[in-house]
């Protein structure tokens, strides 16, 4: 990836910092500001490439500054930054035109992946709204099947180019929470997760979300969860969990589409058999289920099928 300039605008100069520190040991120039009006100034000045922008800052707020941003330049690419309790805002902000967002606190991982995502792949703007109001549907579901103590958010989304992206490691979920499945060419092939898939038919696709074995336990209780065993209460809960996720997925991608979808009932993946050919690129979105301290990562995967 060519060198770009970054603005990054945060009140935190922890967070500005940080932002600095990991895009300009890859090459990027990096400048700062901590306030909305530095950033109008500053954006006016060096026509930054990509700008990462905090959502709750004093005087002017990430949504405002936003807006005014895409004013100058109705073009700008803005990640935006924010907790995960803000996810209303956070709605509004991809709305506006905000591109992608990361979920405070980040990893560098996280951080290069969003750049990386937004310059080389091509990141769809509508990508992460659509995900993010699948979120909240789903949020609202799960603490009706699991409790109010349970919630969900989404931490990132990215598109997964069948040319560009082959083959994934199989260590890969383990040490990012996401990239749990390999393909070969065109195929989408589980590895060491425990998959739960939902096909459709209409405009053809399917939708398959991923847990690890020892998530699983984590999720459901370890007494409950014997490896990829499960007692039968245990099974039906997990199946209307992933179901409630898959379905909500469908039915924003029908109502975006304007497509009248038929979504079959969710089963287990099974490696052997379930292998699919896709038309375009695939989507890729990361979730955690958090559970008083513990945080379960889910990945959901959509494509549209040949």
């Given at each position: 990836m060519p060198s770009l300039k970054v603005l990054a605008v945060d009140d935190s100069a922890a967070i500005l910092d940080a932002i600095k520190e990991v895009l300009t040991s890859i090459g990027h120039e990096v400048e700062t500001a901590d306030n909305g009006a530095q950033a109008l100034d500053k954006y006016h000045r060096i026509k930054p490439d990509i700008v990462t922008l905090d959502v709750a800052m004093p005087v002017m707020d990430g949504e405002e500054t936003l807006q005014r941003l895409l004013k100058i330049d109705p073009n700008a690419r803005i990640i935006m930054l924010t907790a995960s309790e803000h996810k209303e805002l956070m709605q509004r902000c991809l709305h506006d035109g905000a591109m992608g967002f990361i979920v405070k606190p980040f990893t560098s991982k996280e951080l290069v992946d969003a750049v990386t995502n937004i310059v080389s792949i091509g990141y769809e703007k509508n990508t992460n709204s659509l995900f993010t109001i699948v979120c909240g549907k789903i949020d609202a579901s799960v603490k009706k099947l699991l409790g109010s103590h349970v919630s969900v958010s989404l931490k990132s989304t990215s598109t997964v180019s069948q040319r560009t992206h082959a083959i994934f490691k199989e260590n890969d979920y383990n040490q990012s929470h996401s990239n749990t499945v390999s393909r070969s060419k065109d195929q989408i092939e589980v590895l060491d997760t425990i998959g739960y898939i939902s096909e459709f038919k209409g405009c053809d696709g399917v939708v398959i979300s991923f847990i690890n074995d020892e998530d699983m336990g984590t999720l459901f209780g370890k007494d409950r969860v014997k490896g990829r065993d499960l007692d039968s209460e245990t099974l039906g809960v997990a199946l209307e969990l992933f179901n409630i996720i898959n379905q909500k997925v469908i039915?924003?991608?029908?109502?975006?589409?304007?497509?009248?979808?038929?979504?079959?009932?969710?089963?287990?993946?099974?490696?052997?058999?379930?292998?699919?050919?896709?038309?375009?690129?695939?989507?890729?979105?990361?979730?955690?289920?958090?559970?008083?301290?513990?945080?379960?990562?889910?990945?959901?995967?959509?494509?549209?099928?040949?």
């Amino acid at each position: 990836m060519p060198s770009l300039k970054v603005l990054a605008v945060d009140d935190s100069a922890a967070i500005l910092d940080a932002i600095k520190e990991v895009l300009t040991s890859i090459g990027h120039e990096v400048e700062t500001a901590d306030n909305g009006a530095q950033a109008l100034d500053k954006y006016h000045r060096i026509k930054p490439d990509i700008v990462t922008l905090d959502v709750a800052m004093p005087v002017m707020d990430g949504e405002e500054t936003l807006q005014r941003l895409l004013k100058i330049d109705p073009n700008a690419r803005i990640i935006m930054l924010t907790a995960s309790e803000h996810k209303e805002l956070m709605q509004r902000c991809l709305h506006d035109g905000a591109m992608g967002f990361i979920v405070k606190p980040f990893t560098s991982k996280e951080l290069v992946d969003a750049v990386t995502n937004i310059v080389s792949i091509g990141y769809e703007k509508n990508t992460n709204s659509l995900f993010t109001i699948v979120c909240g549907k789903i949020d609202a579901s799960v603490k009706k099947l699991l409790g109010s103590h349970v919630s969900v958010s989404l931490k990132s989304t990215s598109t997964v180019s069948q040319r560009t992206h082959a083959i994934f490691k199989e260590n890969d979920y383990n040490q990012s929470h996401s990239n749990t499945v390999s393909r070969s060419k065109d195929q989408i092939e589980v590895l060491d997760t425990i998959g739960y898939i939902s096909e459709f038919k209409g405009c053809d696709g399917v939708v398959i979300s991923f847990i690890n074995d020892e998530d699983m336990g984590t999720l459901f209780g370890k007494d409950r969860v014997k490896g990829r065993d499960l007692d039968s209460e245990t099974l039906g809960v997990a199946l209307e969990l992933f179901n409630i996720i898959n379905q909500k997925v469908i039915s924003e991608i029908a109502n975006t589409t304007h497509v009248n979808v038929k979504p079959e009932p969710t089963r287990l993946y099974h490696k052997s058999k379930d292998k699919f050919t896709f038309k375009d690129e695939v989507i890729v979105a990361h979730y955690e289920i958090i559970c008083g301290e513990n945080s379960v990562p889910i990945e959901t995967r959509f494509g549209f099928t040949c």
